[in-house]
Antibody
């Protein structure tokens, strides 16, 4: 069965970076893209962007384009999302989800806390 | 970007009753509209895609429909596990956007 296992919770100071991973199993990794979505505490869902696992092409929401990098490692079936210059309002649960949209498979989420 | 407006923000219903949730798009999204259910502490679960198709394993009491830019999720015979927050998503035009959610509570 399809599984997306995300890395553990992280705590960072403002201005720092964080890299969240999403290890996929149960399907051919390069056949589907990976999307990243976040959810601030008590808030709704926000699409960050996606990456095509086959060739690494990305499409990142304008709001995040200057701070987010998405990569994949086909040898380990793992997708990564790195966010730089973290701010307090980046505190959120970060989810990965497998394509195609509208994403029937989701990871359990990684809590990223930005606190001074 | 396309704005999705969900209403009501909160819906109070009793088990066994029906619920009607609305999602209005600020411009056409064609049928590229999905509904998700999120229970407390869990990841979102895909319920409906293509405005009206149920995802695998979703009970028939969940139905989606579209009228222009207005989308509706109907839940009949509410069960205890249906009390959750429901989000709509448009994936017709990037950036893909979600509605702010409707909480279905007892």
């Amino acid at each position: 069965q399809v599984q997306l296992v995300q890395s553990g919770d992280e705590v960072r100071k403002p201005g720092a970076s964080v890299k969240v991973s999403c290890e996929a199993s149960g399907y051919t990794f390069t056949s589907y893209g990976i999307t990243w979505i976040r959810q601030a505490p008590g808030q709704g869902l926000e699409w960050i962007g996606w990456i095509t696992a086959y060739n690494g092409n990305t499409n990142i929401a304008p709001k995040f384009q200057d701070r987010v990098t998405m990569t994949t490692d086909a040898s380990t079936s793992t997708a990564y999302m790195e966010m730089r210059s973290l701010r307090h309002d980046d505190t959120a649960v970060y989810y990965c989800a497998r394509g195609p949209v509208p994403w029937p498979f989701w990871g359990r989420g990684t809590m990223v806390t930005v606190s001074s | 970007e396309i704005v999705l407006t969900q209403s009501p923000a909160t819906l109070s219903v009793s088990p066994g009753e029906s619920a009607t949730l609305s999602c209005r798009a600020s411009q056409s999204v064609s049928d590229s509209l999905a509904w998700y259910q999120q229970r407390r502490g869990q990841s979102p679960r895909l319920l409906i895609y293509g405005a009206s198709s149920r995802s695998t394993g979703v009970p028939a009491r969940f139905t989606g429909s579209r009228s222009g830019t207005e989308f509706t999720l109907n839940i009949s015979r509410l069960q205890s596990e249906d009390f959750a927050i429901y989000y709509c998503l448009q994936h017709n035009t990037r950036p893909w956007t979600f509605g702010q959610g409707t909480k279905v509570e007892i």
